[in-house]
Protein backbone atom coordinates (compact mmCIF):
# COMPACT_ATOMS: atom_id res chain seq x y z
CA UNK A 1 0.00 0.00 0.00
CA UNK A 2 2.86 2.26 0.44
CA UNK A 3 4.17 4.85 2.97
CA UNK A 4 1.42 7.72 3.90
CA UNK A 5 2.10 10.82 1.47
CA UNK A 6 1.42 14.23 2.70
CA UNK A 7 0.97 17.72 1.04
CA UNK A 8 1.45 21.09 2.87
CA UNK A 9 -1.13 24.24 1.79
CA UNK A 10 -2.14 27.62 3.32
CA UNK A 11 -5.40 28.93 4.20
CA UNK A 12 -5.63 32.74 4.55
CA UNK A 13 -7.50 34.35 7.77
CA UNK A 14 -10.11 36.74 7.83
CA UNK A 15 -7.76 39.05 9.77
CA UNK A 16 -5.11 37.96 6.93
CA UNK A 17 -2.50 35.84 8.87
CA UNK A 18 -1.76 32.83 6.81
CA UNK A 19 -2.31 29.09 8.41
CA UNK A 20 0.42 26.50 7.25
CA UNK A 21 -1.39 22.87 7.24
CA UNK A 22 -0.50 19.81 6.28
CA UNK A 23 -2.86 17.19 4.39
CA UNK A 24 -1.23 13.44 4.96
CA UNK A 25 -3.68 11.22 2.49
CA UNK A 26 -5.06 7.68 3.58
CA UNK A 27 -2.99 5.03 2.61
CA UNK A 28 -4.13 3.64 -1.02
CA UNK A 29 -6.26 6.92 -2.00
CA UNK A 30 -9.46 5.61 -0.13
CA UNK A 31 -10.85 7.09 2.84
CA UNK A 32 -12.83 4.68 4.79
CA UNK A 33 -13.23 6.81 8.20
CA UNK A 34 -14.10 10.24 9.04
CA UNK A 35 -10.62 12.33 9.02
CA UNK A 36 -8.68 13.42 11.78
CA UNK A 37 -7.78 17.28 12.82
CA UNK A 38 -4.92 17.44 15.31
CA UNK A 39 -4.26 20.07 17.38
CA UNK A 40 -0.84 20.89 18.59
CA UNK A 41 -0.22 22.62 21.77
CA UNK A 42 0.57 26.32 22.84
CA UNK A 43 4.64 26.39 21.74
CA UNK A 44 4.37 23.91 19.24
CA UNK A 45 3.37 22.98 15.73
CA UNK A 46 2.60 20.97 13.09
CA UNK A 47 5.53 18.80 13.24
CA UNK A 48 4.42 17.26 16.91
CA UNK A 49 2.00 15.42 14.58
CA UNK A 50 3.97 14.19 12.14
CA UNK A 51 4.80 10.51 13.49
CA UNK A 52 1.28 10.12 14.93
CA UNK A 53 -0.86 11.14 11.68
CA UNK A 54 0.93 8.79 9.06
CA UNK A 55 -0.76 5.89 11.58
CA UNK A 56 -3.82 7.33 10.99
CA UNK A 57 -3.48 7.23 7.16
CA UNK A 58 -2.64 3.50 7.12
CA UNK A 59 -5.90 3.36 9.07
CA UNK A 60 -7.87 4.69 6.27
CA UNK A 61 -8.54 8.33 7.60
CA UNK A 62 -7.50 11.77 5.56
CA UNK A 63 -5.18 13.88 8.46
CA UNK A 64 -5.05 17.44 8.65
CA UNK A 65 -2.26 19.27 10.98
CA UNK A 66 -2.12 22.51 10.96
CA UNK A 67 0.48 24.91 12.49
CA UNK A 68 -1.56 27.80 14.65
CA UNK A 69 -0.91 31.28 14.00
CA UNK A 70 3.01 32.47 14.93
CA UNK A 71 3.87 29.19 15.25
CA UNK A 72 5.80 26.98 12.39
CA UNK A 73 5.20 28.44 8.51
CA UNK A 74 1.82 29.93 9.62
CA UNK A 75 2.19 33.97 9.76
CA UNK A 76 2.62 36.11 12.99
CA UNK A 77 -0.40 38.23 14.51
CA UNK A 78 -0.25 41.63 13.48
CA UNK A 79 -2.84 41.81 16.81
CA UNK A 80 -1.14 40.14 19.38
CA UNK A 81 -4.60 40.00 21.09
CA UNK A 82 -5.64 37.19 18.69
CA UNK A 83 -3.23 35.02 19.98
CA UNK A 84 -5.76 33.18 21.66
CA UNK A 85 -7.97 29.38 21.69
CA UNK A 86 -11.00 31.22 20.76
CA UNK A 87 -9.36 32.25 17.62
CA UNK A 88 -7.00 29.59 16.77
CA UNK A 89 -10.42 27.13 16.88
CA UNK A 90 -12.40 29.66 14.67
CA UNK A 91 -9.18 28.95 12.37
CA UNK A 92 -9.54 25.47 12.47
CA UNK A 93 -13.08 25.22 12.04
CA UNK A 94 -13.20 27.40 8.83
CA UNK A 95 -10.02 25.27 7.79
CA UNK A 96 -12.36 22.13 7.71
CA UNK A 97 -14.86 24.69 6.01
CA UNK A 98 -11.88 25.10 3.51
CA UNK A 99 -11.49 21.58 2.98
CA UNK A 100 -15.40 20.10 2.74
CA UNK A 101 -15.45 18.35 5.76
CA UNK A 102 -18.23 18.20 7.81
CA UNK A 103 -16.94 16.05 10.48
CA UNK A 104 -13.40 14.85 12.28
CA UNK A 105 -12.05 13.07 14.71
CA UNK A 106 -10.07 15.94 16.77
CA UNK A 107 -7.03 15.07 18.57
CA UNK A 108 -5.41 18.24 20.58
CA UNK A 109 -2.99 18.16 22.45
CA UNK A 110 -2.94 20.95 25.73
CA UNK A 111 -3.65 24.00 24.17
CA UNK A 112 -5.06 22.13 21.42
CA UNK A 113 -6.95 19.69 23.99
CA UNK A 114 -9.04 23.26 25.16
CA UNK A 115 -9.04 24.21 21.44
CA UNK A 116 -11.07 20.34 21.15
CA UNK A 117 -13.33 21.66 23.95
CA UNK A 118 -13.60 25.26 22.31
CA UNK A 119 -14.94 23.57 19.16
CA UNK A 120 -17.61 21.01 21.15
CA UNK A 121 -18.93 23.82 22.49
CA UNK A 122 -19.23 26.31 19.47
CA UNK A 123 -20.05 23.21 16.73
CA UNK A 124 -20.77 20.01 18.84
CA UNK A 125 -22.01 18.60 15.38
CA UNK A 126 -18.13 18.78 13.87
CA UNK A 127 -16.94 16.30 16.00
CA UNK A 128 -16.95 12.34 15.65
CA UNK A 129 -14.93 11.97 19.12
CA UNK A 130 -12.09 13.89 20.65
CA UNK A 131 -8.86 12.71 21.87
CA UNK A 132 -7.96 15.19 24.87
CA UNK A 133 -4.05 14.89 25.76
CA UNK A 134 -2.48 16.43 29.05
CA UNK A 135 -5.25 18.84 30.16
CA UNK A 136 -8.50 19.36 31.60
CA UNK A 137 -10.67 21.93 32.67
CA UNK A 138 -8.52 22.46 35.55
CA UNK A 139 -5.01 23.49 35.08
CA UNK A 140 -2.20 23.12 37.87
CA UNK A 141 -0.90 26.12 38.79
CA UNK A 142 2.67 24.69 38.93
CA UNK A 143 2.45 23.53 34.98
CA UNK A 144 1.34 26.98 34.21
CA UNK A 145 4.00 28.63 35.93
CA UNK A 146 6.77 26.40 34.46
CA UNK A 147 5.22 27.28 30.95
CA UNK A 148 5.43 31.15 32.35
CA UNK A 149 8.84 30.83 32.79
CA UNK A 150 10.39 29.38 29.44
CA UNK A 151 7.70 30.82 26.78
CA UNK A 152 9.21 33.07 24.74
CA UNK A 153 12.64 33.71 26.58
CA UNK A 154 14.81 30.53 25.23
CA UNK A 155 17.51 32.51 23.10
CA UNK A 156 18.51 31.18 20.02
CA UNK A 157 21.31 28.73 19.76
CA UNK A 158 24.41 28.00 17.23
CA UNK A 159 23.83 24.50 15.76
CA UNK A 160 21.17 21.39 16.17
CA UNK A 161 23.46 19.99 19.28
CA UNK A 162 22.66 22.74 21.37
CA UNK A 163 19.40 22.98 20.46
CA UNK A 164 18.47 19.55 21.49
CA UNK A 165 20.05 20.42 24.95
CA UNK A 166 18.24 23.22 25.64
CA UNK A 167 15.06 21.61 24.51
CA UNK A 168 15.99 18.55 27.32
CA UNK A 169 16.90 21.39 29.63
CA UNK A 170 13.79 22.68 29.01
CA UNK A 171 11.37 19.75 29.43
CA UNK A 172 13.67 16.64 30.17
CA UNK A 173 11.95 16.12 33.77
CA UNK A 174 8.25 15.29 31.94
CA UNK A 175 10.38 12.06 29.50
CA UNK A 176 12.80 10.06 32.45
CA UNK A 177 12.63 7.45 30.40
CA UNK A 178 14.43 9.33 26.96
CA UNK A 179 18.15 9.23 27.20
CA UNK A 180 19.00 8.46 23.50
CA UNK A 181 20.80 11.59 22.16
CA UNK A 182 18.40 10.65 18.70
CA UNK A 183 15.08 11.45 21.07
CA UNK A 184 16.11 15.43 21.72
CA UNK A 185 17.95 15.95 18.45
CA UNK A 186 14.16 14.95 17.00
CA UNK A 187 12.65 16.97 19.90
CA UNK A 188 14.76 19.89 18.35
CA UNK A 189 14.18 19.62 14.54
CA UNK A 190 10.13 19.51 15.62
CA UNK A 191 10.25 22.48 17.73
CA UNK A 192 13.68 25.21 16.31
CA UNK A 193 14.00 26.25 13.22
CA UNK A 194 16.70 27.71 10.97
CA UNK A 195 17.04 31.73 11.03
CA UNK A 196 18.43 33.82 8.25
CA UNK A 197 22.04 34.53 10.34
CA UNK A 198 22.45 30.31 10.30
CA UNK A 199 21.47 30.16 14.47
CA UNK A 200 18.62 28.01 15.53
CA UNK A 201 15.34 29.69 17.54
CA UNK A 202 12.44 28.21 18.67
CA UNK A 203 9.77 27.66 15.81
CA UNK A 204 7.16 30.35 17.49
CA UNK A 205 6.84 34.15 17.90
CA UNK A 206 7.78 34.95 21.61
CA UNK A 207 4.45 36.94 21.56
CA UNK A 208 2.60 34.02 22.15
CA UNK A 209 3.12 34.15 25.71
CA UNK A 210 0.45 36.57 26.46
CA UNK A 211 -1.94 33.68 26.25
CA UNK A 212 -0.62 31.52 28.83
CA UNK A 213 -2.99 32.96 31.55
CA UNK A 214 -6.05 31.56 32.02
CA UNK A 215 -6.55 32.95 35.21
CA UNK A 216 -10.67 33.32 36.80
CA UNK A 217 -11.52 31.71 33.49
CA UNK A 218 -13.67 28.96 34.41
CA UNK A 219 -13.34 26.17 31.75
CA UNK A 220 -15.82 23.53 33.28
CA UNK A 221 -18.29 24.85 30.86
CA UNK A 222 -15.86 23.86 27.87
CA UNK A 223 -15.57 20.14 28.87
CA UNK A 224 -19.68 20.02 29.63
CA UNK A 225 -19.45 20.56 26.02
CA UNK A 226 -18.01 17.20 25.30
CA UNK A 227 -21.67 15.22 26.55
CA UNK A 228 -22.37 13.42 23.97
CA UNK A 229 -19.32 13.25 22.28
CA UNK A 230 -16.85 10.12 22.64
CA UNK A 231 -14.33 11.24 24.70
CA UNK A 232 -10.59 9.71 25.47
CA UNK A 233 -8.69 11.56 27.68
CA UNK A 234 -4.81 11.03 27.93
CA UNK A 235 -2.44 11.92 31.00
CA UNK A 236 0.86 11.98 31.78
CA UNK A 237 1.79 9.78 35.10
CA UNK A 238 3.79 12.70 36.62
CA UNK A 239 2.09 15.45 34.62
CA UNK A 240 1.74 19.10 36.30
CA UNK A 241 -0.86 20.21 33.80
CA UNK A 242 -3.35 17.60 34.18
CA UNK A 243 -3.83 16.15 37.79
CA UNK A 244 -5.01 13.00 39.27
CA UNK A 245 -7.73 14.89 41.00
CA UNK A 246 -8.84 16.54 38.19
CA UNK A 247 -9.26 13.71 36.00
CA UNK A 248 -11.21 12.16 38.48
CA UNK A 249 -13.82 14.91 38.51
CA UNK A 250 -14.07 14.90 34.93
CA UNK A 251 -14.46 11.59 35.39
CA UNK A 252 -17.25 12.36 37.95
CA UNK A 253 -19.11 14.74 35.18
CA UNK A 254 -18.61 12.93 32.05
CA UNK A 255 -19.61 8.64 33.27
CA UNK A 256 -18.66 7.47 29.71
CA UNK A 257 -15.01 9.37 29.73
CA UNK A 258 -12.36 7.02 28.62
CA UNK A 259 -9.23 7.50 30.16
CA UNK A 260 -5.71 6.23 29.38
CA UNK A 261 -2.16 7.05 31.95
CA UNK A 262 0.87 6.97 29.77
CA UNK A 263 3.85 5.30 32.99
CA UNK A 264 6.69 7.42 33.96
CA UNK A 265 5.93 10.49 31.44
CA UNK A 266 4.79 14.37 32.09
CA UNK A 267 3.56 17.10 30.01
CA UNK A 268 2.52 15.68 27.31
CA UNK A 269 2.68 11.88 25.97
CA UNK A 270 3.72 12.13 22.60
CA UNK A 271 0.65 9.83 22.19
CA UNK A 272 3.39 7.29 19.94
CA UNK A 273 3.92 5.25 23.28
CA UNK A 274 2.81 2.12 23.64
CA UNK A 275 -0.07 2.64 26.33
CA UNK A 276 -1.09 5.67 24.46
CA UNK A 277 -1.08 3.90 21.14
CA UNK A 278 -2.91 1.32 22.14
CA UNK A 279 -5.73 3.62 24.21
CA UNK A 280 -6.42 5.20 20.88
CA UNK A 281 -6.86 2.55 18.67
CA UNK A 282 -9.20 0.52 20.92
CA UNK A 283 -10.95 4.04 21.16
CA UNK A 284 -10.97 5.08 17.44
CA UNK A 285 -12.51 1.48 16.80
CA UNK A 286 -15.43 1.67 19.80
CA UNK A 287 -16.58 5.29 17.79
CA UNK A 288 -16.30 4.21 14.13
CA UNK A 289 -19.73 5.24 12.68
Known amino acids: MGKPKFTDHFLTTAE ?9 EAVGGVETEVP ?7 TRNLLDF ?14 IVASQRGRGNSDPETDTTRYNPMVYTGDMLALLDHLNIKKALFIGTSMGGLMTMIAASAAPERLQGAIINDIGPEIDPKGIARIQSYVGKTAPVANW ?5 A ?4 VGLAYPNETEPAFWLDFARKTFRERD ?33 PTLVIRGQISDILSQKTLEDMQIRKSDLVTALV ?9 TEPRSWAAITHFVRSIKE
Open 16 to 24: GPRIAYRIY
Open 36 to 42: VLCLHGL
Open 50 to 63: EDLAPRFAMMGRKV
Open 161 to 165: DEAAT
Open 167 to 170: VRER
Open 197 to 229: DGQLELAYDPKISQSVSIDNIDLWPLFAALKNI
Open 263 to 271: PNTGHAPTL
